[in-house]
């Protein structure tokens, strides 16, 4: 036990003790910076890729990603850490450690909220139930009928968190498990609509929390040319989420994207690819009244 304490504890933060140069950018004084760093999708990789990978060399890692949370928390005065679901799955690791080591790695990097994908059921619901218990960070969804599941006291619908003056609200938006996952590693989950229970949980935020901003950490997949339900489209048919960060179709994007919802407003919409090969960055400038709200700074680290 003594050896996967050290191991854990080497990886996340020996590694990490590197300086990095990081861009940011600057606001007035009366403004409020937030620092978004989130993932997704990335699926075990413990290690960067070998440096002859034919895709990533040397790219990855939990090590690296530490040390960029690290340095952005140096030089910046609020930030969030997130990730967007299937943080299991995908190396040896996994198979060996059944997602402990994924889990004690976040919570070496502080991470403040995460979102199941369809992967964490991979071990069955029990086993998933277990590695949420060892989260210092909540798994919030919202869109999953849990009522009959061994994660209802184990998942929340949303998490509030204060950073200066502005109120964050962070919900979860579930893909259909039907179809990707086996019924009996899934349990008694029922699957609800992501447009209808995320708006209704983001109004519900704005009008009576009284949250500022309303995050989305969708493992939905960033667009379809079907019927199935995407980022694009819960941005489209919502009126109070203001960003979303994505995951399961493993979509590297440059820029993020800006889609105009319901009540004419941007949504902005960031995925970060997968394996870790990247860590998403975006800085939200919030004015002194909070009502302008304004992507200052994106990158994808």
């Known amino acids: 036990m003594n050896s996967r304490r050290n191991f ?14 990081l861009p940011s950018c600057k606001v007035k004084g009366s403004d409020t910076k937030i620092t978004i760093l989130h993932t997704n999708d990335v699926h075990s990789h ?27 928390r140096r030089t910046e005065e609020h930030v969030l850490v997130l990730d967007s679901g299937d943080i299991f799955q995908g190396t040896p690791y996994f ?19 995460a979102t ?14 277990k590695q949420i218990k060892i989260a210092d960070f909540p798994f919030v969804n919202c869109n999953y ?43 008694d989950i029922k699957y609800n ?10 109004g519900y935020l704005k009008n009576k929390e009284n949250c500022d901003y309303i995050i989305a950490l969708s493992h ?21 989420i203001n960003l979303i960060l994505g995951g399961h179709t493993h979509t590297f994007l440059d820029q993020p994207t800006i889609i105009t919802n319901k009540q004419g407003n941007d949504v902005v919409i ?22 302008d709200q304004r992507l200052a700074y994106n990158s994808q680290l």
């Open 8 to 21: 854990i504890k080497n990886i996340a933060l020996g590694a990490a003790a590197g300086t990095l140069v």
């Open 220 to 240: 939905l997949g960033y667009q379809y040319k079907g019927d199935k339900v995407d980022d694009i489209e819960v941005a489209q048919n919502t009126e109070n």
């Open 270 to 291: 960031n995925q970060t690819g997968w394996a870790g090969v990247k860590l998403g960055r975006l800085d939200i400038v919030f004015s002194d009244d909070k009502k």
């Open 116 to 129: 199941i994908g369809n992967h964490e059921f991979d071990n069955g619901v029990e086993e998933l139930a």
């Open 95 to 113: 198979n060996f450690y059944k997602g402990e080591l994924d889990i004690k790695l976040m919570n070496a990097m502080g991470y403040d909220v």
């Open 193 to 202: 609509c992501p447009i209808k229970s995320g708006d209704a949980l983001a």
């Open 46 to 72: 413990i290690d960067p890729f070998p440096k002859d990978h034919s895709s990533y060399p040397n790219q990855g890692g939990f090590a690296r990603r530490a040390a960029l949370i690290k340095q952005v």
């Open 145 to 187: 009928g849990l009522e009959q599941s061994i994660l209802k006291p184990l998942m929340q619908a949303y998490k509030i968190i204060q950073k200066g003056v502005v109120k964050i609200g962070v919900i979860g938006l579930g893909i259909e498990l039907y179809g990707l996952v086996d019924p009996n590693k899934c349990g």
